[in-house]
């Protein structure tokens, strides 16, 4: 069996796994299913500002997937299928942007409508998160390459970084995961939503890497292997200044 897990990470290349992944946000969430949900994450991102509630901090990097269970996204929730809407969502306080309160809300929203894999059950489209930032007027760009000095020159050259990961090269049954990848003032790199723990037990960020070459290889024990890295710039005038690499 373990040549049948390693099957899709060593022989199907990153640019069709994407192609896939775009063909099945073909599975549209209804809009009566994407208000309901507006409303529940409402109600529930307001109690969360209450005392004794504590699984979200407007303002702050979202550490802790698997303690936002209450929080829907197409037909599932944040905890099962949400780590790109998180990716997204640390990205940009990564850039010193502040979103409301209910910012979280709209962008589950936004990629319910467009992104959403399999009703959300995949996540998000990996090409639908670089299109949202780039409709956003940010300057980004995607690569799909696993060739060290490519990825370090994502690093280099953009403030932030949105990474997809196979968790294991040689099992699929481990998933995947997406995660934002912020640098420091020391020009680190550091993973949010890691699933790292303090010792205390709560959720806390990646420790910081020299490159993020270094800190995608950080994960997995050195097991994982990158599918695409965006990188992003803050908002500029120009929609267009930089190109989509696959």
Sequence with gaps: MGWLKAFIPQHLSNERLLDI????????????????NRRANAETL???????????????????????KRIRFGRFTIDYSGCEIIATYDA???????????????????????????????????RAIYRYFREKGYDAAMTCSNAPEDIDRMGEEYCTAIITVYNDARDIMKQIHTMNVSKTDKNSFVLHNCYRRDRDGSYIMGAPHASLWETIKSLGSGKAMPICIIGINPQSNSLFAEQLIL
């Design 21 to 36: 992944l775009d063909i099945l946000t073909f599975l549209k969430i209804s809009k009566r299913k994407i208000r309901a």
């Design 46 to 68: 307001t109690k969360a500002f209450s005392p004794g509630e504590s699984f979200y901090a407007q303002g702050k990097y979202i550490e802790n997937q698997p303690q936002w």
């Design 92 to 126: 940009i306080l990564s850039l010193g942007e502040t979103l409301p309160e209910q910012g979280i809300t709209d962008l589950i929203g936004a990629y319910e409508k467009k992104g959403a894999v399999l009703w959300g059950g995949w996540g998000v489209s990996p």
